[in-house]
């Protein structure tokens, strides 16, 4: 610590002393006129009494003269560097000062020649002056009339306590000024100014917010900037429509406007994304929206959504132009499986074509999997299915495709942390700077980044950093565009309106894709339009569960999905009669239970065949038209069929509904069960968490990872989820038994050995 101080000490006084030796020099050279200018006066008086008599005086007058013109004209001769003033000043100068000394010379003491002497040297005196201000200030440089940046930025610089700084424009236009600026070389650097954009802006002044700053990749003494004015941003910027529809996916997609009036252009492929931003900043609306309303016009991409907390609201509007839209828990989780059990598949047919990534024209769709409100979905996950997702993930960016985790707050209890530090950033408003730190990259963050300025009284406003976005943008604040203005107004039912539009034109099923992702996708007619069927509407959750305990059973009855799900009888003939039109199951017959169609070990097949349509609960088979006959590999032309139907493997074991089931046999010798396995009570669990804890205290373990206590929930009943869990109690400031957990370094501490009183 003491070392410390003394750094700390040396450092500042090398700062005071550095500001004093440059203080004094300005002061010198403010002096120095005055300094030449009476050392002049003394010099001619001198001269005078040395070489004045009456008989000699014209030879020397000739003689001093001669030297004034020589001087003048050296003066003139080494000034040619400088500008047309300074070369007239400087010579002007030599020349008036000696015609005065040649005078005082000759007629020494006139009164006459002693005023001008003084009236003059005051005047040549302060011209010296004023030129060194106006160097010194910067004013008399190149183009400072012109370039306004240098002028003004110099002055807010210097204010803000960095004065070696040097502006200039390098581009203008009607909303912005963009810039380079020097630094003083050795002492400061990009970051400096970064953390000085505040002072600048005050010291101009301009509005907040209204300078960007960048580091330039070529010169570390340099910075790049931009001016603009962020109140041209507190009006939302209605939709202009698709910016290239038709284009590939590779091609950069509009998201809005970025502060300096130009427009956002991002291209989406390669990278994952998290879309963060407090509820009612414009997340959904602005982000969602503008993203998947260009994404649908490009026909090389495919578009995997779930949404299980809103359902319907968000992303429902933009059901047409979606392969797959997922409102339910069980579905979520089985598009997430499919999806990753096909990305092996999906690289390697890259790799056959000779092919590292995706590119456009590689055959494939890209996908982009949309997660709205993801906290909730990935929750919903079993530790082997969250294992699955990450793996999706890490790999899906060589398969072709991106993952967008859209949610509220993005700290270790919502985001696994291993996802978040694979995504690029896109921050809305959110509330205060703790959740700024979740939603923004670590470099918008050092830039002064603050989007909890805008809360939700700027919706739509947002700060983006991907690996397509320019140098200088990434800290410039954008504005989505807005769906459904009217006069200037935001009418909820005419965005609406406007979005199921938009879908319509660009239908999902109107775009050629690979047969993975055919597969893969399940095209539904928007709810409206599904709701004319006269079909009623099904739970999936309840479909799913009713489809696997039937194909299981091989027993379609209305009566054990009444009992077994606890359903009343209305609910289970929906179910059975929506398995029945998807081909599950035969048609109701008299007496007896409905013939069962998919196999037990069709189960899988079965489970995809439900599209599970939120209105009407159908269960769609593939189609089997002839177009689309045709176009179907022979291979896998009837796969469903083959399982479908199937011969019954013992024809000769029948039984009816009411059929008295008799004991089995017990066997020589008797069966024997083994008990069931015995569960932990949660006194258990946690006595079993804290021993691990220790003993990895007692190893020297001073913090470590959820991922250091996998054996637990290898060994035991305890599940990854309720061991996180309890960490994240255990680190709470009132409970106190871990020290905390490092966001940076994502480890709990354990500074002390965990004890329980």
Same mark, same amino acid.
């Given at each position: ?334 598009? /997430?499986? @499919? ?7 999906? !690289? =390697? &047919?890259?790799?056959? +074509?000779? %092919?590292?990534?995706? *590119? ?10 949309? /997660?709205? @409100? ?7 996950? !079993? =530790? &082997?299915?969250?294992? +699955?997702? %990450?793996?999706?993930? *890490? ?21 696994? !942390?291993? &996802? ?338």
């Amino acid at each position: 610590m003491a070392s410390r101080t003394k750094e700390l000490a040396t450092v500042e006084e090398s700062s005071i002393s550095k500001v004093a030796a440059r203080e004094m020099s300005k002061a010198v050279a403010v002096a120095m006129p005055w300094f030449v200018g009476l050392l002049g006066y003394g010099l001619a008086v001198a001269l005078h009494y040395i070489l004045y008599t009456p008989a000699t005086i014209p030879a020397w007058s000739s003689i001093v003269t001669i030297c004034v013109v020589v001087l003048t004209g050296v003066t003139y001769g080494q000034s040619h560097a400088r500008g047309l003033w300074g070369r007239i000043h400087t010579t002007a100068t030599t020349f008036l000062a000696g015609v005065w000394a040649v005078a005082v010379v000759a007629y020494w003491p006139n009164p006459i020649i002693w005023r001008l002497g003084v009236v003059g040297g005051i005047t040549m005196a302060l011209t010296w002056n004023i030129r060194t201000v106006i160097r010194m200030k910067g004013w008399d440089a190149p183009g400072v009339v012109s370039d306004p940046l240098a002028f003004l930025f110099g002055q807010g610089a210097e204010r803000a306590g960095m004065p070696a700084v040097e502006a200039k424009t390098t581009k203008a236009t009607a909303h912005k000024v963009e810039g380079e600026v020097q630094l003083e070389r050795g002492r400061q650097t990009a970051e400096d100014l970064q953390r000085k954009v505040a002072y600048v802006e005050s010291g101009i002044p301009l509005p907040p917010g209204s300078i960007t700053t960048a580091i330039d990749p070529d010169d570390a003494s340099k910075a790049k900037v931009t001016i603009s004015d962020p109140r041209v941003m507190k009006n939302p910027i209605a939709w202009p429509g698709a910016s290239r529809p038709g284009a590939s996916i590779a091609d950069p997609i509009r998201l809005g406007l970025w502060q300096d009036l130009d427009p956002v252009e991002y291209v989406i492929v390669g990278h994952h994304l998290q879309i963060m931003g407090m509820s009612g900043a414009g997340k959904s609306i602005g982000g969602a929206w503008n993203y998947l309303a260009e994404v649908v016009t490009r026909p090389d991409v495919a578009v995997f959504a779930a949404d299980i907390t809103k359902g319907e609201q968000t992303l429902g509007p933009l059901r047409p132009a979606l392969h797959r839209f997922e409102t339910t828990k069980a579905g979520a989780k089985a598009m /997430l499986m @499919e999806l990753q059990a096909k990305v092996k598949e999906r !690289t =390697d &047919a890259l790799a056959a +074509k000779g %092919l590292q990534k995706w *590119k456009k024209c590689c055959g494939l769709a890209y996908w982009l999997i949309w /997660l709205e @409100e993801c906290p909730d979905i990935l929750d919903a996950l !079993t =530790d &082997a299915e969250m294992e +699955k997702f %990450l793996s999706l993930v *890490k790999a899906l960016r060589s398969g072709g495709g991106t993952v967008v985790l859209s949610l509220q707050r993005s700290d270790y209890t919502q985001m696994p !942390t291993i &996802a978040r530090g694979q995504l690029a950033k896109m921050c809305f408003g959110v509330e205060n700077a703790a959740d700024a730190s979740f939603g923004l990259s670590e470099r918008q963050q050092d830039s002064g980044c603050r989007p909890e300025l805008w809360t939700t009284t700027q919706q739509g406003m947002a700060y983006l950093d991907a690996p397509s976005i320019a140098e200088g943008r990434f800290a410039m604040p954008m504005r989505t565009f807005a769906w459904g203005i009217s006069g200037g107004v935001f009418d909820d039912e005419l965005a609406n309106a406007a979005m199921r539009e938009h879908a319509a034109q660009w239908s999902a099923a109107a775009k050629k894709v690979d047969a993975t992702t055919a597969a893969l996708s399940r095209l539904s007619p928007a709810p409206a339009a599904a709701a004319g069927t006269g079909r009623p509407a099904v739970d999936q959750e309840l479909l799913l569960a009713a489809v696997e305990l039937v194909v299981t059973t091989q027993f379609g009855s209305t009566s054990m999905l009444q009992r077994k799900l606890r359903i009343g009888h209305a609910v289970a003939e929906q179910l059975m009669d929506a398995m029945e039109h998807g081909g599950i199951v035969g048609p109701a017959r008299q007496g007896q239970a409905r013939e069962v169609k998919a196999s037990p070990d069709a189960l899988p097949l079965a489970l995809a065949m439900v599209l599970g349509d939120p209105q009407t609960g159908e269960i769609r088979l593939p189609d089997t038209d002839e177009d689309q006959e045709e176009s179907v590999d022979d291979d896998v032309r009837d796969v469903a069929k083959e399982y479908l139907e199937t011969d019954d493997p013992d024809p000769a074991v029948q039984a009816g509904i009411d059929d008295e089931i008799p004991d089995l046999d017990e066997g020589e010798p008797p069966w024997r069960f083994a008990p069931p396995q015995q569960r932990m009570t949660p006194e258990e669990r946690g006595a079993a968490l804290m021993k691990r804890l220790q003993e990895m205290w007692d190893d020297g373990a001073r913090d470590f990872s959820s991922g250091d206590l996998k054996v637990l929930w290898e060994t035991t009943d305890m599940s990854r989820s309720w061991v996180q869990k309890q960490l994240r109690r255990l680190a709470q400031p009132e409970v106190a038994v871990l020290g905390g957990y490092d966001e940076e370094s994502q480890r709990y501490l354990m500074p002390e050995r965990p004890e329980v009183e």
